[in-house]
Every structure is written in C-alpha cells, then in structure tokens.
C-alpha cells in the first residue's frame, strides 16, 4: 500500500490551492478563521462559484455533474478547503442525499434533485434522529400511510440541523408497523413548505439556533417522492451514513484549527513570555499534532484501499477516523480555551477587549471560542457515538 502522493497529485493540490487563492472571498475566509458562521447567501454564492467550475459535486459519477477524480484526488481537494477554510452549503444534499438518489432514485428524480442540489437551488436537511431513536435509529415512529397517489406522514424529528433554512427534507419513516424495525423504514424526499410541517428551533447554550425539531401533522407527500422501494429505506440509510462517516474525519479543518492555535498563542503573552514559548503549551500542541498526523495516515490508508472496495459500503476502518477526529477537534477547542482564558467568554463588551493583555483578536473572534468550544462536544454523538462505533471496530475489524 503506496500512502505517498505522486507527483501529479501534488501539482493538483497546487491547482487547488491557486483556484481557492483566485476565488474565496476575502471576508468568507476572515470569518470562517475566526470561527464565525456563514450566511445563507455566501454558502450559496460558494456552492455556485465551485458549480461554474465544475467541482461543486466532484465524487459524484460523471453523467451527474462529477469529476472523475481518484480518491486520492477527492482527498486532497476536501482537505484543501478544510485548510483555507472555505464552505458551501451543508452536505446534506451534495454527500448525503444526492448519491442515495443517483444510486437508488428513479430517472426522474435524478433529472430533478441534482443538478438543483449541485448549483446550491435547494438546501437540504436531514429527518433521521427522534425522540427516543437517536443510536437506536431503526426504532423511529414517524410513520407514512399510502393512499392512492400520496403518503400521509405524521410524527416528529429532532436535531434537524438548521431545518429553519431548508427547501427540502430527507426523511426515513416508517410504512409497515408488522415487521421487524429494520425492514418497515422508507425513504422520503419531503418539500419544507408542505402544510403541515412546523419547524421549532432549539436554542443552543450560546443563544443560537443551529437544531430543530421538527413536526409532521398529516402532511401529503407524492408517492413518486419515495426513493427505491418501499421498506427498503434502512438500506438506503446505511450506504448513507457509510458517506457520512467516511468524510467525518475533518483532518483539513483540525489542521486550520492548530495553525490559528499556533498564531494566537504567538501573540498572547504570559508575563514576560509569549504563550507559544511556553513548555507545558508547546508540549500540548505537539502531542495533538502527533496524533494529528496518526489520524492523517489512517485516513490515507482508507483513501488508498478505496478504489479496490468493490461494495457500495464504507471501510469499517471510517469507525476509527470518526472517533479519533471527534477526540482531536475537542482537544483543539479546548488549546483555543488556552489561549484566550478569561476573554473568551461570550458576551464580553468592547471595554474588556481594550483592558486585556491579550492577543488582539477582537470581541467577535474572542466571543467565538467558548460557544464553539460548547458546541463541539457534540462531535462524539453525531454521525454514530464513539460507543456505536467501537462496536463496528470490535465486530468488522476485530472479529469479536
């Protein structure tokens, strides 16, 4: 197994870099540095500035608007854009629904949904977790009654990521209560302005809202919104998540993250010293990066064995990248902590910024870290705990 990148890799990664250089808007990536979130419009703005290029989808087929690149490609542009950092809209539709539609949708569907999904018309989000199904997943109630030429579905969903700015709903729901969980799931593309749909935002402990629940009141879905076959939707649901949890690993992003831990604790000075000379945060910093770099081989062995997989399922090996990145990310928010101490906490007045002794970073930045480093906890729930996933390590790589 070859894990270095040839020559022409190398020179794609440069192409890379330069069209990010040529293309992101100076205020996107100022505001992604510092750990702000992006507007509706910016997203959509990038997402159609990639789609001009023809990289807004590069790991789909061809036929559909993709690329044609080799894994090895595919990971070096992720990374890539982790690094800058730069963002579109999220991937519920470009890595999640888009390929269970072009795999397992009807002709019509893919003439719809894609090439909507890859000029960023329509924003996705995605109806899984419930109250009460969240790891255990297949245990939904969210149920979906066939009458002639349209489903009734009735139910809820919670934690739907950023429901209050979505076009379009992907949901699993439940079409046959007699059988076995697993086999009475289907899979449902439900339009967000469908009467019936209420969205309740959850507020976050930083005042935001980034989750919702929710709510289904006899909402009519056309029949022909039904991906695949009706209760084959916990298949569909797999190869999905396998997507989802192959691109979790964010080693460009963890990358970015401890370049502006380095950078800010260049200019926070600890008496006389700047923090970055000090030795029990230098030696912080270099035990995150050594694992940094395990995690990076890990993901390369993946990328490497990814063009002999023949099976539309992901390497059981993704199981270890999704634990071991959620772990890097929270040590990263937690060095940010480091750097800030005091002055990160969320709502301090222009007035304190002027008094600290601090780096000077500014109240926005600095009113960012705490509530980002809140909200990464997260990262060890979402996209399979870190429980559910050992289990996958234990029986597919370990074969107890």
Request: with cysteine; charged share 25%.
């Amino acid at each position: 197994m070859d894990i270095a990148f040839t020559k022409e890799e190398r020179a794609f990664r440069e192409e890379v870099r330069q069209f990010l250089r040529d293309s992101v808007p100076h205020e996107v990536r100022r505001k992604l540095i510092e750990g702000h979130d992006l507007s509706r419009d910016e997203m959509v703005a990038w997402t159609r500035i990639l789609h001009k290029k023809g990289w807004a989808v590069p790991d789909w087929p061809r036929e559909y608007g993709g690329t044609g690149w080799t894994p090895a490609q595919l990971y070096i542009f992720g990374e890539e854009l982790q690094m800058y950092p730069v963002k579109g809209l999220p991937e519920f539709g470009t890595t999640l629904v888009g390929p269970v539609i072009y795999t397992f949708g009807t002709e019509a569907q893919k003439k719809h949904y894609l090439p909507r999904i890859a000029n960023g018309d329509d924003w996705w989000c995605q109806g899984f977790s419930e109250p009460g199904a969240g790891s255990d997943l297949a245990s939904l109630k969210t149920r979906a009654v066939r009458y002639g030429d349209h489903y009734i579905v009735n139910g809820q969903k919670i934690w739907t990521t950023l429901a209050q700015y979505a076009d379009w709903i992907f949901c699993l729901v439940r079409t046959n209560p007699d059988v076995k969980k697993q086999l009475g799931i289907s899979f449902l593309l439900i339009n967000m302005k469908s009467p019936g749909i209420t969205v309740r935002p959850i507020q976050l402990i930083d005042g935001s809202y980034e989750v919702n629940e929710v709510f289904f009141d006899n909402v009519r879905v056309p029949a022909e919104n039904l991906v695949g076959v009706e209760n084959k939707g916990w298949d569909y649901a797999k190869f999905l998540l396998g997507n989802e949890r192959f691109n979790i690993a964010t080693i460009g992003s963890s990358k970015e993250r401890v370049r502006r831990v380095k950078t800010l604790a260049a200019l926070c000075r600890v008496g006389d010293d700047r923090l970055i000379d000090q030795i029990a945060f230098r030696e912080k910093v270099a035990a995150l990066e050594v694992r940094l770099k395990a995690l990076e081989m890990t993901q390369l062995r993946v990328v490497a064995n990814a063009s002999k997989r023949q099976s539309v399922t992901q390497d059981p090996a993704s199981a270890i990248l999704k634990i071991k990145a959620s772990e890097i990310q929270q040590t990263t928010a937690q060095l940010l902590m480091d750097v800030v101490g005091p002055y990160a906490q969320p709502y301090q007045s222009d007035e304190d910024i002027k008094t600290h002794n601090g780096p000077p970073i500014g109240p926005d930045w600095a009113a960012a870290i705490a509530p980002a480093y809140f909200n990464v906890r997260k990262v060890s729930i979402y996209g399979g705990s870190d429980e559910i996933q050992k289990n996958i390590i234990a029986k597919a790589i370990l074969g107890l």
